[in-house]
């Protein structure tokens, strides 16, 4: 591999410094004049290591990929989207099950200049629709768990013009996956792509209004790097191995725990299957000796239950166990270090419109504390601002708006697709504003305060009450409708509905589960209310929009 491919500068922990300070004086961002993902996290490898391992599946069959495999079916697919008329700049959408045609549409949507846009299997038909229709997607590789979801909707999307399936349960106008590729050549040149040309769409939690696609572009994947290195604990050579549960249409699962890995040279672990299951993973830590596993705090509680897993196990290979979308208490942390015994405890923060910006390091000394979750990542400037002011907050223990400094940074995204108003509000005076209030003790460690207060995190998903709210007052039977996220053992938040019924109705359990259900049948599974209680009024502001921190309030949640 020629030196303008390794990219030397992020080889950065293989310099020897003793101490991040001497990282981040070294440190610069090197961005080379054209730059596709699916060349440097596949294609140069296929060259340089042809037999080393880029993919694990297990599927209930065991399947090994190398990376020339992955850049044949890449290239192949490429092929069959070049001769279905895909251009540079057109979006295609994937389903986000990880299988190797999720990750094989990506590389080859990127290797045409084409954008994708990762979709959890879990939206519901008006989520689904919202984001295939913003986007404007001209193809969706499509999953079975989300078919029968997509299928009814199919003829609302004016520019859809053809689906791939990722198996043989394709019908009418569709067209699976195998069929497609099927005698096509293996041989495809990968466009020469500008760093800052888009390559994925990936839509926000819809906080406010509808979720918003945050457009990052190819060098998107070059600012994630020094995060991935801080979480893999330096280690970055022939014998890692990378496993994360959570679906590859996150920006922290796919963007951070996929794509980071391949480039350098590391092999990932997937797993398609929809459901959780806790047992297997252990399983998997031992089959294919993990080194790096990452997964929310819900998945470890779930974990946790699995008994004596450590005795039955061998989960010796596991040298970092990195968590992140909510705090994990002092039971997580000290289960997750007894249990894997030589894996150092990791914590990260990051967000769609950023990616992986603060975490742990403990390649550099810097170990977990209860509390917080760490410190700048190489190559970002971070501060805290006030947000009034807008000035510096420098006092150790002082609360402000956690912001990064935006020009010259590849890691943050290049704009809201079709909002620049939204965009301009993110980023303001030179720094993209995260809305999040933290502060920062005097070894430079972060502490999380408070978010958005209306942002619900549910086992690892982060999500809006906006478009919760918007599903329920479509049923007859609703007038109006307020959402907030309560405390739950497992899940570490649920959705709570509080329904105005309208006139004619009664309430009753019956009609809890249908409004339940008609959520669920619309939106991702992950967002239906668990909860949901019948009251006469909603509490509103004068300009009528809902308090619902008064609703956190009356649950006892937030004090008044």
């Not at 294609?43 to 340089?48: L, V």
């Not at 239906?528 to 209680?533: I, V």
């Not at 006469?536 to 937030?558: A, D, F, H, M, N």
């Given at each position: 591999?020629?030196?303008?491919?390794?990219?030397?500068?992020?080889?950065?922990?293989?310099?020897?410094?003793?101490?991040?300070?001497?990282?981040?004086?070294?440190?610069?961002?090197?961005?080379?004049?054209?730059?596709?993902?699916?060349?440097?996290?596949?294609?140069?490898?296929?060259?340089?290591?042809?037999?080393?391992?880029?993919?694990?599946?297990?599927?209930?069959?065991?399947?090994?990929?190398?990376?020339?495999?992955?850049?044949?079916?890449?290239?192949?697919?490429?092929?069959?989207?070049?001769?279905?008329?895909?251009?540079?700049?057109?979006?295609?959408?994937?389903?986000?099950?990880?299988?190797?045609?999720?990750?094989?549409?990506?590389?080859?949507?990127?290797?045409?200049?084409?954008?994708?846009?990762?979709?959890?299997?879990?939206?519901?038909?008006?989520?689904?629709?919202?984001?295939?229709?913003?986007?404007?997607?001209?193809?969706?590789?499509?999953?079975?768990?989300?078919?029968?979801?997509?299928?009814?909707?199919?003829?609302?999307?004016?520019?859809?013009?053809?689906?791939?399936?990722?198996?043989?349960?394709?019908?009418?106008?569709?067209?699976?996956?195998?069929?497609?590729?099927?005698?096509?050549?293996?041989?495809?040149?990968?466009?020469?792509?500008?760093?800052?040309?888009?390559?994925?769409?990936?839509?926000?939690?819809?906080?406010?209004?509808?979720?918003?696609?945050?457009?990052?572009?190819?060098?998107?994947?070059?600012?994630?790097?020094?995060?991935?290195?801080?979480?893999?604990?330096?280690?970055?050579?022939?014998?890692?191995?990378?496993?994360?549960?959570?679906?590859?249409?996150?920006?922290?699962?796919?963007?951070?725990?996929?794509?980071?890995?391949?480039?350098?040279?590391?092999?990932?672990?997937?797993?398609?299957?929809?459901?959780?299951?806790?047992?297997?993973?252990?399983?998997?830590?031992?089959?294919?000796?993990?080194?790096?596993?990452?997964?929310?705090?819900?998945?470890?509680?779930?974990?946790?239950?699995?008994?004596?897993?450590?005795?039955?196990?061998?989960?010796?290979?596991?040298?970092?166990?990195?968590?992140?979308?909510?705090?994990?208490?002092?039971?997580?942390?000290?289960?997750?270090?007894?249990?894997?015994?030589?894996?150092?405890?990791?914590?990260?923060?990051?967000?769609?419109?950023?990616?992986?910006?603060?975490?742990?390091?403990?390649?550099?000394?810097?170990d977990h504390r209860i509390d917080y979750f760490g410190v700048p990542s190489v190559g970002h400037e971070v501060a805290i601002l006030d947000p009034d002011t807008r000035e510096e907050v420098t006092d150790p223990g002082e609360i402000g708006e956690l912001a990064v400094k935006y020009e010259g940074d590849p890691m943050l995204f290049v704009e809201y697709l079709g909002k620049p108003e939204a965009t301009a509000e993110k980023v303001q005076d030179g720094w993209l504003l995260s809305e999040d209030l933290v502060s920062r003790d005097e070894d430079g460690y972060f502490q999380f305060h408070a978010r958005d207060d209306d942002l619900i995190i549910s086992s690892g998903y982060r999500f809006g009450p906006n478009e919760i709210e918007e599903a329920l007052v479509t049923h007859d039977a609703v007038s109006e409708a307020g959402v907030i996220g309560v405390p739950h053992e497992t899940r570490g938040e649920i959705p709570k509905a509080f329904v105005v019924l309208a006139d004619g109705y009664e309430a009753s359990d019956d009609?809890?589960?249908?409004?339940?259900?008609?959520?669920?049948?619309?939106?991702?599974?992950?967002?239906?209310?668990?909860?949901?209680?019948?009251?006469?009024?909603?509490?509103?502001?004068?300009?009528?929009?809902?308090?619902?921190?008064?609703?956190?309030?009356?649950?006892?949640?937030?004090?008044?």
């Open positions: 591999m020629d030196e303008i491919d390794r990219l030397e500068n992020y080889y950065f922990h293989e310099q020897g410094f003793d101490t991040i300070e001497e990282a981040r004086e070294w440190f610069e961002w090197e961005i080379p004049e054209t730059f596709n993902i699916a060349h440097y996290v596949c294609d140069r490898w296929a060259a340089a290591k042809k037999n080393g391992v880029a993919l694990y599946i297990d599927d209930g069959e065991e399947r090994t990929y190398t990376f020339r495999q992955l850049r044949g079916y890449a290239n192949r697919f490429a092929n069959y989207l070049d001769e279905r008329g895909v251009e540079a700049g057109d979006r295609i959408a994937v389903n986000g099950t990880q299988r190797l045609q999720s990750l094989v549409a990506h590389l080859a949507a990127f290797k045409l200049g084409a954008v994708t846009v990762p979709l959890s299997v879990l939206l519901g038909t008006d989520g689904l629709r919202y984001r295939l229709d913003d986007s404007d997607a001209v193809a969706f590789v499509v999953d079975e768990g989300a078919i029968e979801t997509f299928r009814p909707i199919r003829d609302d999307l004016d520019s859809l013009s053809f689906v791939v399936t990722s198996e043989g349960f394709d019908r009418g106008d569709e067209t699976c996956f195998w069929d497609a590729i099927e005698g096509r050549s293996t041989e495809f040149e990968t466009r020469a792509t500008d760093p800052a040309d888009p390559a994925c769409i990936i839509y926000t939690s819809g906080t406010t209004g509808q979720p918003k696609g945050a457009v990052h572009a190819h060098r998107h994947l070059l600012g994630l790097l020094p995060q991935f290195v801080s979480l893999q604990g330096h280690e970055t050579g022939d014998e890692q191995v990378v496993r994360t549960i959570s679906e590859w249409s996150w920006i922290m699962s796919l963007n951070q725990m996929v794509l980071p890995p391949l480039f350098y040279g590391i092999p990932v672990v997937g797993r398609p299957e929809g459901k959780f299951d806790a047992e297997a993973e252990f399983e998997l830590v031992e089959r294919f000796e993990v080194t790096q596993l990452n997964l929310p705090p819900t998945a470890v509680r779930m974990m946790m239950q699995v008994e004596d897993a450590d005795e039955r196990y061998d989960l010796t290979s596991l040298q970092s166990f990195s968590t992140g979308g909510e705090s994990a208490g002092e039971s997580i942390i000290d289960w997750a270090t007894t249990t894997f015994e030589n894996a150092a405890f990791v914590e990260g923060y990051g967000s769609t419109e950023v990616g992986g910006l603060i975490s742990d390091d403990p390649g550099f000394g810097i009609l809890r589960d249908d409004l339940q259900a008609h959520v669920k049948e619309r939106l991702a599974k992950y967002e239906y209310p668990r909860e949901l209680a019948f009251v006469r009024t909603l509490p509103r502001t004068s300009t009528g929009k809902i308090r619902r921190t008064e609703l956190r309030q009356e649950e006892g949640i937030e004090e008044p």
